[in-house]
C-alpha cells in the first residue's frame, strides 16, 4: 500500500479504535446529533497495517480515540505494533487496570516533547468518581507517564469541575479545562467559527476543507467528525492501497447539521488559541 502523507496544512490524526464506552455520559459529543455511532471495527493487525502507512512529523501524533480506545480487544497489540517513528497520544476514560497497563505498554511509547500531556484523562462527575480516577493518574504519572486530566465545563458542572481542578492541581497532577459544545437548557454553548453551523435547523450546500484525518473504527476516512458520528459515507478507507490526502475542498450538502468539534474556536496543537478544524467556503449554488 502507498504511504500516507499527511499534508503541512494538517493539525490532528485521529484513529477512532471504536466507538464503544463504558460510561454513559447525557452530553457526549459523540452523540450530538442522531448519534447513528457505527459499530464495525477493524481488528488490531489491520488498524496497525493501515496506521503503519502514515508520514506524519515529530510533532503530528496519531491521537488514539473512541469512545473508549481501551475496550477494542486488541488495544495493547495497536499500541506496541505502530511503529515507533510514529508518535501516539491517547484519550480515555481511564476506567481500565492501570497494572495491566503499565506491564503492556512502556512510559516511553505514549511520551512526547509537547505542551500538554501525552495520556489526556477525561473527567465526567456524572458518571465518575473523583477521588479514585486522581489515585490512578498518580500512580501512572509516578511511573514515568505523561498524563493529565481534562475537565468539559458544563453549566451544570462547572462548580464541581473547578473545585475537582483545585484539588487535582494540590496533587501535582495538570487538570485542565475544556469548553462546553452542545445544547443545554435550549442554549447553544461553544464558540463557533460558523454562526448556525451546528443549529440542526437547515440543511446548505457549502465546499469545507478539513486540517485533519479521521479515521473511524471500520478504517473508514471521513471529511468530518460529523459524518464519522452520523454515519455518512466515508471518502475512502485507511486499507484502500491507493488512498492520498487530497488537501483540497469538498462539496457537502448538509451543512448546518455539523458537529461542534469541527466548528469551534479552539487552540492548535502548538496550544495557540483560534484554530478550527475545518474551512467552510458557501458554495454559490447553494
Not at 465526567?124 to 505523561?146: C, D, F, I, R, W
Not at 475537582?164 to 462546553?180: L, N, P, S, V
Request: glycine share 6%; net charge neutral.
Amino acid at each position: 500500500m502507498k504511504p500516507i502523507l499527511i499534508p503541512e496544512s494538517h493539525n490532528y490524526i485521529a484513529a477512532f479504535l471504536t466507538l464503544a464506552c463504558n460510561l454513559r455520559c447525557s452530553y457526549c459529543i459523540n452523540k450530538f446529533e442522531t448519534g447513528h455511532l457505527e459499530k464495525n471495527r477493524l481488528t488490531g493487525k489491520q488498524w496497525v497495517e493501515g496506521l503503519n502507512r502514515i508520514h506524519s512529523r515529530e510533532d503530528l501524533p496519531i491521537t488514539l480515540q473512541g469512545g473508549e480506545p481501551s475496550l477494542h480487544p486488541d488495544f495493547y497489540y495497536i499500541v506496541n505494533n505502530v511503529e515507533r517513528r510514529l508518535n501516539i497520544d491517547l484519550l480515555t476514560n481511564l476506567q481500565f487496570d492501570a497494572d495491566k497497563f503499565m506491564k503492556n505498554v512502556d512510559p516511553g511509547r505514549i511520551k512526547r516533547d509537547a505542551p500538554y500531556a501525552s495520556i489526556r484523562v477525561s473527567y465526567h462527575p456524572q458518571t465518575m468518581k473523583l477521588e479514585p480516577l486522581v489515585e490512578k493518574v498518580l500512580k501512572l504519572q509516578n511511573a514515568g507517564y505523561s498524563i493529565g486530566i481534562w475537565g468539559v465545563l458544563h453549566p451544570s458542572q462547572e462548580k464541581e469541575i473547578l473545585a475537582a481542578q483545585e484539588f487535582a492541581k494540590g496533587k501535582g497532577i495538570d487538570f485542565r479545562t475544556k469548553e462546553f459544545l452542545g445544547v443545554h437548557d435550549g442554549v447553544m454553548h461553544g464558540t463557533m467559527k460558523y454562526e448556525g453551523a451546528c443549529d440542526r435547523k437547515f440543511e446548505k450546500k457549502v465546499l469545507c476543507r478539513t486540517t485533519e484525518l479521521i479515521v473511524g473504527p471500520n478504517g473508514g476516512i471521513y471529511r468530518c467528525h460529523s459524518d464519522l458520528y452520523e454515519q455518512r459515507q466515508p471518502i475512502s478507507s485507511i486499507l484502500d492501497p491507493a488512498y492520498q490526502i487530497d488537501d483540497t475542498f469538498r462539496p457537502c450538502d448538509v451543512y448546518g447539521h455539523c458537529n461542534p468539534c469541527d466548528i469551534k474556536v479552539k487552540t492548535n496543537r502548538f496550544q495557540v488559541f483560534g484554530h478550527t478544524s475545518v474551512e467552510i467556503t458557501f458554495d454559490e449554488r447553494s
